[in-house]
């Protein structure tokens, strides 16, 4: 298949408390408000080469609304559009959308809604945003925690195999790697990817009713020493750390879990390898070899197990599930919840 997608262009998600969502984001993390509209705020990293890569709507509860991502060419848009379609999904055309233009969205077979989109312009600084260096969209924040970019998006789903084989198929994601359970081969997490990265798009396994759940939100800052820079600023102004500064197996990220105020897992990583092997084979991993943890000695909290929005059931990660979802993942007696198709 000829590369359809070239990376995760934004994300938008919901906040019961827009304002105070917005505020968490501009004062303690260091994006920058760009544009207003419809009730809706959109921010930008220092670093983005678009417009804004994170929209905050309202909602009664955090979640995950829309997940965009650029084609790798205008063809390849038209190509993407017609596998999905043959693929049994069908969306609509939308060219109202603020700094991008036609725009292909559709709900997945698991419930995310999704976006497709070559036509973006590239952002321009205003006068006292610009960079002295060519190739950067604005100056580097003055905030000390202020990410680059927008990393990736990790998502919940009823069947984690199910959808890596669905969006790899059809959109032409590599699948990077699985995580299984240690004494049983039910997968729990994999991470896929459009580019050289370890991944752009995550997912864990999903035991609840509620379609298009997600796990967490991530931004990218250039140096490990950020993460820890970032923890201190959080906890001195009131924010606690979930998990982390810690690094993780599968991709070798350096990472750091927080919340922000509607209850949204936000993640800020570092480092990592690229990959550019064309035929890659994913390799499934066990959480005893560190998938989850490079140094193999950190327990990671139960509330990483938690997914948005709330729903009646449990979600994995790639350091395995709790006794509970260990149980009714393994008992072939247990009642499981049923796959969730697409609306």
């Known amino acids: 298949m000829a590369r359809l997608l070239s990376h995760l262009l934004s994300l938008e998600i919901t906040s019961p408390d827009v304002e105070s969502s917005v505020a968490f984001y501009v004062e303690r993390f260091g994006l920058r408000v ?60 939308r060219e109202d959308l603020p700094a991008q233009g036609r725009t292909y969205t559709f709900v997945g077979p698991f419930g995310h809604r999704m976006g497709l989109v070559w036509d973006v312009p590239p952002f321009e600084a205003e006068d006292g945003y610009t960079s002295v260096y060519p190739d ?57 990817t459009t580019n050289e990265k370890s991944h752009d798009l995550g997912i864990v396994v999903d035991t609840s009713a509620t379609a298009g759940r997600v796990h967490h939100i991530a931004f990218w800052a250039d140096h490990p020493e ?79 197990m938690e997914a948005f929005p709330a729903a009646t059931g449990m979600a994995g990660t790639e350091d395995g599930v709790s006794p509970q979802l260990h149980e009714e993942l393994t008992n072939p007696w247990a009642a499981r919840t049923p796959e969730v198709e697409a609306s």
């Open 34 to 93: 760009i544009d207003r509209a419809d009730g809706k705020v959109h921010l930008r990293c220092w670093g983005d080469h678009y417009r804004h890569s994170l929209v905050v709507s309202p909602g009664p509860d955090a979640g995950l609304a829309t997940m965009t991502w650029r084609t790798d060419s205008a063809e390849a848009l038209d190509e993407a559009v017609a596998r999905v379609e043959a693929g049994g999904v069908t969306g609509e055309w």
């Open 136 to 192: 950067r969209p604005e100056r580097r924040s003055s905030h000390a925690a202020a990410p680059r970019f927008l990393d990736h998006v990790t998502i919940a789903a009823s069947d984690v195999r199910g959808f890596a084989q669905w969006y790899s198929e059809v959109l032409g994601f590599r699948v990077m790697a699985f995580t299984d359970l240690e004494d049983a081969p039910v997968t729990v997490f994999s991470v896929l």
């Open 226 to 304: 950020d993460l820890v820079r970032t923890a201190d600023l959080l906890l001195e102004h009131g924010t606690p750390i979930e998990y982390g500064p810690s690094v993780h197996g599968i991709g070798e990220q350096h990472f750091l879990y927080f919340r922000e105020p509607s209850g949204l897992r936000v993640e800020l990583n570092s480092g990592g390898y690229r990959n550019y092997v064309p035929d890659w084979r994913a390799r499934t991993w066990r959480p005893s070899e560190g998938s989850n943890d490079f140094f193999r000695n950190w327990h990671m909290p139960d509330s990483m």
